[in-house]
């Protein structure tokens, strides 16, 4: 006998509402849809923009069904993705890139990181201009392997 053998196979998670229902409960915390990715510090920074870029046009039009102007919407969250990954990759703590797409509903998150110094200015790192322009709002926490994580926030409903 293993383990398996005596526990339910179905081992998603499971929360109740406030009205006893059963509910996903990543709809409760406000995050519909996301993916998570990993990037190798052997990668270089050109492969992973490639790798990234790729990973969001497979991911995107599931995570974004409904989505009116999806095609659009898509074109710009690949474009802030592939900038944020090529910054990230030439300034990176050294153990690879952590990334994530997620989706709430009104906006696509992107977080990239870890990064070894705050984000450049535009002027010295001019696809940041993209990044300013495209996304809602773009900030920077403190990341969890010392480094610095960049988010950038694109609207998908006016």
């Known amino acids: 006998m293993t383990i398996s053998d005596i526990g339910p196979h179905d ?5 109740l509402t406030e009205r006893g229902t059963e509910s996903d409960p990543a709809l409760l915390f406000g995050v519909e849809n996301s993916v998570d990715f ?4 052997e990668v270089s920074p050109v492969n992973a923009m490639e790798q990234a870029r790729a990973l ?8 974004l069904e409904g989505v009116r ?7 710009d969250v690949q474009a802030v993705l592939v900038e944020l990954v090529d910054v990230t990759a030439r300034h990176t703590v050294g153990a690879g890139l952590v990334a994530r797409i997620a989706y ?3 906006h696509v998150m992107l977080s990239v990181g ?10 010295e790192e001019p696809g940041l201009y993209l990044v300013h322009g495209v996304a809602a709002e773009v900030g920077q926490n403190i990341g969890d392997h010392g480094g610095r994580v960049t988010w950038a926030a694109i609207r998908t409903r006016a």
């Open 11 to 15: 081992l998603s998670p499971r929360t």
């Open 38 to 41: 990993v990037i190798g510090s």
């Open 56 to 63: 969001a046009a497979l991911a995107l039009p599931r995570m």
């Open 69 to 75: 102007d999806v095609t659009t919407i898509s074109a």
């Open 104 to 106: 709430d509903g009104w």
């Open 114 to 123: 870890e990064m070894n110094c705050p984000l450049p200015a535009p002027e």
